[in-house]
């Protein structure tokens, strides 16, 4: 292959589910990248119902066997837990990298140690997005030196945790200030509360660790977006980061921050400076 054609090669995608997060990446990417990025590819658990906006160009997939031969640089999974035991290995055989933003999935230390063992021997890599935080870098940077604690509290609107076992702890729909119903590690915010938690996750392994992270879960009816503030301590100094996050149109529970740190991290493979 000549410098040139390697140069016009476009990024082969795979997206493990389509819902809001996943349908809202490939819609930025195509307004941003219309020519550096193909999305070949979409699993899916039934491939005969109709679904909106799926590019012309993807091929629906229902099992991971399927991804065989797609040459596919990135497979992005958005689908929920499940999905991680279901593709991760057959992602990690047949793609460079396997995106997960299912992080509650590797509160399961057998399956997150499954992963790795299949990634080393394929040399492919489990990538963990930053999902509706940013600054993991720093954090990361200072657990290079013992940490003391590290405190992530997620704060949204009572409707954000609908659906939710909050709705078991409290009752959502007569909250009149803010409340906090859970306080516990990040490995049992994240098993107990996997579709509003997983960031916790992403928190706990770029600091001190699933079982000494610590999260404080709070439904605050003054809130209008999906807040998350972490503070953390240790021999580097101090840190304090809020993000104050736009939830997604079609989806309340997820920030619009997840998509954009998607599309961030599928453009960063192709950008000649890397930041």
């Known amino acids: 292959m000549s410098a040139s054609d390697s140069t016009a090669r476009r990024l082969r995608l795979c997206f493990v589910g389509w819902g809001a997060i996943a349908s809202r990446v490939a819609e930025l990417l195509a307004e941003r990248q219309p020519a550096s990025v193909e999305v070949v590819a979409v699993a899916v658990r039934d491939s005969s119902r109709e679904r909106a906006g799926i590019p012309s160009s993807a091929r629906l997939i229902v099992g991971p066997e399927e991804l065989a031969g797609l040459c596919i640089d990135m497979v992005i999974e958005a689908a929920g837990r499940p999905a991680i035991a279901i593709w991760g290995e057959a992602a990690l055989r047949h793609a460079g990298s396997f995106v997960v933003s299912s ?60 659906g939710t ?44 660790g699933l079982d000494r992270t610590r999260v404080e879960l709070v439904a605050d009816p003054a809130a209008s977006r999906n807040s998350h503030r972490l503070r953390a301590s240790g021999a580097f100094g101090r840190l304090d ?33 890397a930041l």
Do not use: C, Y
Request: net charge negative; hydrophobic share 50%; aromatic share 4%.
């Open 103 to 162: 992080t509650s999935a590797f509160t399961d230390e057998a399956l997150l140690e499954r992963l790795i063992a299949v990634a080393l021997e394929n040399g492919s890599r489990i990538v963990v997005p930053p999902g509706a935080l940013g600054g993991m870098d720093a954090l990361a940077a200072a657990a290079v030196l013992p940490l003391d604690e590290v405190v992530h509290s997620i704060i949204k609107p009572p409707r954000a945790w609908q």
């Open 165 to 208: 076992r909050a709705a078991e702890l409290v009752d959502l729909g007569a909250l009149s200030e803010r409340t906090v119903f859970f306080t516990g590690s990040a490995r049992q915010a994240a098993s107990e509360f996997p579709q509003n938690a997983n960031v916790a996750v992403i928190s706990a392994l770029s600091g001190i």
């Open 241 to 273: 980061m809020l993000f104050e996050n736009e939830p997604l149109k079609t989806n309340p529970k997820s920030s619009e921050m997840t998509a954009l740190n998607l599309v961030r991290l599928v453009e960063s493979r192709l950008a000649p400076l």
